[in-house]
């Protein structure tokens, strides 16, 4: 039997994806726009936010009232009003808002690398997933670890049941429900009752 060797010179190119475009990686992602996460001020911040989040989840089992104080560090908004259970996993924490007297269970997933704002009085069931990264379909941009995110948005008095997960883009409106477990791909309308993977809307409220 013939072994063929395949020499480095002979491996496929890596096509230069962001030729004359003079932004960093970090700047692309803040734009939503395809990068790498290689960017030195990218793997800053999420070093700032492993250790904020770890140092919020020991806050959290001596005082959990003042380890709010630690989590409004981590995140871009806390309201004074809201309050969050450990643990939490972030992508940054930068990027997050969570509104007036909105509670979150534990075992959030928060993953911020695009905006993900939480409105007023919502319930955040534990376990839920807010998930804004995106990667690409066709397999040779993912194999060069491309990726991108795009914004997810929770309206005010909503409530997640416990495991849900919020896919990229998604903007659920103010008063609905999604029922515990359900995966929601596309936007919820306010005032209506969501459930199953894909989400449904099973009613309005």
């Given at each position: ?185 596309r936007d919820v309308p ?16």
């Amino acid at each position: 039997m013939r072994t063929i060797v395949l020499m480095a010179d002979d491996a496929p190119a890596t096509p230069d994806y962001f030729a004359g475009d003079p932004r960093t990686h970090h700047e692309r992602m803040l734009a939503g726009d395809l990068y790498v996460s290689d960017d030195p001020a990218i793997v800053e911040a999420q070093a700032r936010a492993v250790q904020l989040a770890a140092r919020f989840r020991d806050a959290y089992d001596r005082d959990p009232m003042a380890s709010q104080a630690v989590l409004r560090e981590l995140f871009g908004e806390l309201d004074e009003t809201a309050f969050v259970r450990a643990p939490v996993h972030v992508d940054y924490g930068t990027y997050i808002s969570v509104g007036a007297r909105t509670f979150v269970n534990m075992g959030l997933t928060a993953l911020d690398v695009a905006p993900i704002r939480i409105g007023a009085d919502c319930q955040i069931g534990p376990h839920v997933q807010l998930l804004t990264p995106t990667h690409p379909v066709e397999p040779q941009p993912r194999r060069d670890k491309l990726e991108a995110a795009r914004p997810i948005t929770i309206e005010d008095n909503v409530w997640l049941g416990g495991g849900v997960i919020v896919c990229p883009g998604v903007t659920i409106g103010e008063n609905s429900v999604i029922g515990a477990g359900a995966v929601v791909t596309r936007d919820v309308p306010p005032n209506s009752l969501a459930v199953g993977n894909p989400a449904r809307v099973v009613r309005t409220i």
